[in-house]
């Protein structure tokens, strides 16, 4: 990879599947967004792309369709927003994500968030990692989401003003699955960003481009890994929490109700974005969550009903429900994405014209490659496009695997190299 290549990955920008084009990422903490960044960045996306942006699973937008000559004034454009890309991409701590917008506790999560990404985003520190850094917040374990992140925190008690958190370890998907592992309990909110820093400073130490920190864990085991960061000299430290008032954007819920308007495989243009930022400002004091199922939501203003505010963000984006009722995930694929080896979209349009009604209730995710980044084996089913094979005619097509979760930890492979035609038997009356 060549210098610039990398220079960009770290400003989150990856080069397109089409030549001579790029997309450029934008961080979110905890997935939580101003109507007017919104706003922005819909507008660099009219302006400079080609209308479009996709949603991520770690609460991040896309903007696909850039051009190379173009890619520094998008950076201005998205700064004067306040918005950053840095490190969002490449060997760096990505976005800090959240999968616990709706719960009662989440302004003290996002609080979180925007400290850890304060501290360790564009900090030269932790930049050219072996490989990227993924730090995610959970206010519970039931989604599993704290198994497949380099550092995965987990609230385990809010008291009086006072968090603290039990830290997961070395999880990660990709072709080598693995379950992050417990590292300490109920650590207070002072000890979370030196221990963060220990591991990351084991982790750049040890690990060889372009391994994850679950590549220590399995050379090293989680004993002798555990020893390397205890005897780090930052990690004794105590940083305290921010004093003063927070900026946390989410406010507690008080009795407010939560709207959340599904968004197909993640895929808004800049007219919908806007239209659901001019709602927000009116109805949710201008604030967006990206959910971790790449849908848009809001909290809204006391005395709003969801129902109704949805029924209108349909009518007027046109965004349709289309009927998988705990989310369907899916990626760019070969759509968008250089590693992709399906048309991802087009694979989820036939699921849901072809999934029973059993089938719809479970939560769906359709992944272009064993990158996984719509996290496949964390969903009830799971479709991951394992590799592509030759026909008699020399056609190359894609091989499905399949994952099941049946337990709390990371769902299991049930089937291996489906063509798409038995992929789609074997889905279809599945419950
Ligand atoms: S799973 Fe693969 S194809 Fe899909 S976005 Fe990630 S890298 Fe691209």
New binding site residues.
């Given amino acids: 990879m060549s210098a610039q290549l990398s220079d960009y990955r770290l400003d989150g920008i990856y080069v397109q599947r089409q030549s001579g084009f790029f997309m450029q990422r934008v961080k979110l903490p905890a997935g939580v967004v101003s109507a007017g960044q919104a706003r922005a960045i819909a507008a660099v996306a009219a302006h400079f792309g080609q209308g479009t942006i996709h949603l991520t699973t770690r609460g991040s937008m896309e903007i696909h369709w850039l051009k190379e000559d173009d890619l520094a004034q998008v950076k201005r454009e998205l700064a004067k927003a306040g918005l950053t890309s840095r490190g969002a991409c490449g060997g760096a701590v990505r976005g800090i994500t959240c999968g616990s917008q709706g719960v009662q506790g989440f302004p003290v999560l996002e609080s979180l968030a925007r400290r850890l990404h304060r501290h360790f985003t564009g900090n030269p520190r932790f930049e050219r990692l072996p490989k990227k850094f993924k730090i995610g917040l959970e206010a519970d374990s039931a989604s599993g989401r704290h198994l497949i992140q380099d550092v995965g925190l987990v609230m385990a008690k809010n008291e009086g003003g006072q968090s603290c958190y039990d830290i997961w370890i070395a999880g990660g998907l990709g072709r080598e699955p693995r379950p992050g592992f417990l590292l300490f309990k109920q650590v207070t909110e002072e000890r979370i960003i030196p221990i963060i820093e220990a591991i990351l400073t084991v982790y750049a130490a040890h690990a060889p481009p372009p391994k994850r920190l679950k590549f220590l864990a399995s050379e090293f085991g989680e004993a002798k890994l555990r020893q390397l960061i205890e005897t780090e000299d930052c990690f004794g430290d105590k940083i305290p929490p921010v004093s003063g008032l927070t900026d946390n954007l989410i406010t507690e819920a008080d009795g407010r109700q939560r709207l959340e308007l599904p968004v197909f495989a993640g895929r808004l243009t800049a007219e919908q974005l806007t239209t659901i930022a001019a709602a927000a400002d009116t109805y949710a004091d201008g604030v967006l969550m990206v959910t971790s199922d790449q849908d848009i939501a809001m909290l809204l203003l006391a005395g709003v009903d969801a129902v109704v505010q949805r029924n209108t963000l349909q009518l007027l984006t046109g965004l349709a429900s289309y009927g998988f009722t705990n989310g369907l995930r899916v990626?760019?694929?070969s759509h968008e994405?250089r590693?992709?080896l399906t048309a991802?979209i087009d694979l989820a349009h036939e699921l849901v014209a072809q999934i029973g009604a059993q089938g719809r209730k479970l939560s769906w995710a359709v992944?272009?490659?064993s990158?996984?980044?719509?996290q496949p084996q964390l969903a009830d089913v799971g479709i991951m496009t394992a590799r592509q094979s030759a026909d008699e005619d020399g056609q190359k097509t894609a091989r499905f695997d399949v994952y099941r979760r049946i337990d709390t930890g990371l769902g299991q492979k049930v089937h291996i190299g489906l063509t798409k035609t038995e992929l789609i038997e074997a889905l279809q009356s599945i419950e």
């Fill in positions: 990626c760019p694929g994405c590693m992709g991802t992944s272009g490659c990158n996984s980044c719509t």
